[in-house]
């Protein structure tokens, strides 16, 4: 699968950002997927997931109640709604694959952790940027 992620920008704190993603390929649909972000000198996480059938979805708690994730396997997108944003957002941000089982054990537990799997190759990315 190759991923392409678009909708980031320059934004005040406070203001609002609605990231997609657009897929290829003919496996979308069966991957758990994740948004993940890096910020300068700091090692990429991951903030959102969504399992493949789009039912269950998990947040780390930076974003929980601001950030929203949702996919349509039907278009091969995801996207994520993120409100309320803070500076410490400031990232840039990629979609990627997670794992189904890993991603089940998180809404369970109510947190995220990263997990290196079998990563689609990495986009460019989209960069956000929060000024406060």
């Known amino acids: 699968v190759q991923l392409v992620e678009s909708g980031g920008g320059l934004v005040q704190a406070g203001g609002s950002l609605r990231l997609s993603c657009a897929a290829s390929g003919n496996t979308f649909s069966y991957n758990a997927m994740g948004w993940y972000r890096q910020a300068p000198g700091k090692q990429r996480e991951l903030v959102a997931a969504i399992t493949s059938g789009g039912g269950s979805t998990v947040y780390a708690d930076s974003v929980k109640g601001r950030f929203t994730i949702s996919r349509d396997n039907a278009k091969k997108t995801m996207s994520q709604q993120m409100n309320r944003l803070k500076p410490e957002d400031t990232a840039v941000y990629y979609c990627?694959?997670?794992?189904?089982?890993?991603?089940?054990?998180?809404?369970?537990?109510?947190?995220?952790?990263?997990?290196?799997?079998?990563?689609?190759?990495w986009g460019q990315g989209t960069q956000v940027t929060v000024s406060s």
């Open positions: 990627n694959i997670a794992d189904e089982a890993s991603v089940e054990t998180m809404v369970m537990r109510g947190e995220v952790f990263f997990e290196s799997v079998d990563f689609a190759s």
